[in-house]
């Protein structure tokens, strides 16, 4: 295993350091935790959001900590969910008086964790609420299973509740925001290489080189199936007609789209795939408003991508070109100068 | 149970699932994420470092099973710390404070502990998750009270085996379930540890 760390042990501990000490004028740690909080903390009055999950998919979650999107971001250890009472000490820290949105991903440990952090929350007069993404189409939706996992459409969430919570809105309306965006946005991914946790030491599963796996999570965890390797335009074909499908997306549609490397795949690559959304999108007459290419949601060092698409009405279109300002996104800023 | 067996379980546990580390995150690496094995053994290395001073030990049951539910749902993270450590906690008002139960109230305690775990987790017997061992155990456990403890060597063969068959089980529960028919072919991580556990049961309080 080769990797660009100290000790295996401190992964967590020392990119939680370096992403402050990167970052001083955004991101505050509190003292003793996994929690980065906002610097700068939101007026009061105003309801606070709260994300998380394992670490490992950097820029999330700490990189969306700032104006108009979260308000702490609560890190577990690699890919595993952070425990009650660091999520408590989140919500502690991004309550000013509103209550406290939550921003869960459909898994099991982080379900879990959340919600008896909730409880905990509670129980100290903090008024709460959760929502559960499940945007990954790759996972099939019963009532005999978990249900879908929750992946890169998260961001979305993050943007839009960040923007409704920042207008002064009560927490009931931000969840209905929130929920709103997880009832329109439908994400999947694939893997061209897998990625190691350190402290495992190895791959998470292996692939041949003229490999890879199709629907994977952002956990190394293996997909629904494998295959050979495709040329660009027939995974971006595939990935949206699994979305488009799901989601009932017809010519007229808006949506918004997100093209995201999984932590290894150079921008060309994802470039070429951005182009083949493009021409796919026009196909079908669907109408894209916003696009956000880059690494949003990563699994480590694996190699691939996940295509996002979020279907846009006017209400979501206005929240999601509202300013924010993050490490990791930053759009509409004004400046007096 | 006295609150140095409980204290000798936990040990126990402790002990024996950093020498299945590697096996456990081997299992978990097949249909899930590959880190229960590491997950476990620094929650229950954490809550080990409790008795490091013999002196600070707990004269007390209900504190010691609310201590340790405490540091295993601080310390362990995912699904595993979550279930195992509120289970702990919520069951441990059913031990007395004080230092020694009777079997009854024993097998009570375990009891309050899986149902809490079958409800928080919302999974029941079959869907390839740590509740195909440790339900049955616990109603074996309660069919069986005239045998006493001369039975715990045969319940911890019996763990071993209901955690074997959840190989052929499809993942309804957790993040096996993601696999659908792909998970079929491999022991369930959870069902695994559980049965790690029931062989501690025997050793502290068996025979």
Known sequence: MKKLIDNVEDVVNDALEGFVWAFPEYLHRVPGTHVLVRKRPKADGKVGIVSGGGSGHEPAHGGYVGYGMLDAAVSGEIFTSPTPDQILEGMRAAHHGQGVLLVIKNYTGDVLNFEIAQDLASDEGIETARVIVNDDVAVEDSLYTTGRRGIAGTVFVHKIAGAIAESGASLPAVQNGAQMVIDNVRSMGFALAPCTVPQAGKPTFTLAETEMEMGIGIHGEPGTHRQDVKPAHELAEFLLEQIAQDLKLEGGSHVACLINGMGATPLIELAILAKNVGTWLTAKQIAHDVVWMGEYMTSLEMAGASLTLLRLNEELRKWLHAPCDTPALRQGVGYDY | ?207
Not at chain 2, 94 to 123: H, M, Q, Y
Not at chain 2, 147 to 157: C, D, T
Request: aromatic share 6%; proline share 3%.
């Open chain 2, 1 to 207: 149970m006295t609150t140095e067996q409980f204290v000798q379980l936990w040990q126990c546990f402790g002990t024996v699932v950093r020498a299945h580390q590697e096996h456990l995150d081997d299992l978990d690496r097949a249909i899930g994420d590959g880190d229960h094995g590491t997950n476990l053994t620094r929650g229950l290395g954490k809550m080990q470092d409790l008795w490091k001073d013999p002196i600070d030990t707990e004269r007390n049951l209900a504190d010691l099973s609310k201590k340790v539910g405490m540091t295993l749902l601080s310390t362990v993270g995912g699904a595993s710390g979550a279930l195992w450590g509120s289970a702990l906690v919520k069951a441990a008002p059913v031990l007395p404070s004080a230092s020694a139960c009777d079997d009854e109230t024993l097998v009570l305690w375990i009891e309050t502990f899986v149902s809490n775990i079958e409800e928080r987790g919302k999974a029941q017997v079959g869907d390839k998750t740590m509740v195909d061992v440790m339900r049955p155990a616990v109603n074996w456990l309660k069919a069986s009270t005239q045998e006493g403890s001369a039975r715990l060597p045969v319940l911890r063969e019996l763990a071993r085996q209901w955690s074997e068959d959840t190989k052929d089980l499809q993942a309804r529960r957790g993040r096996a379930s993601y696999l659908g028919a792909r998970s079929i072919g491999h022991v369930d991580p959870g069902s695994f540890s559980s049965a790690l556990w029931w062989a501690c049961v025997d050793r502290v309080l068996g025979g």
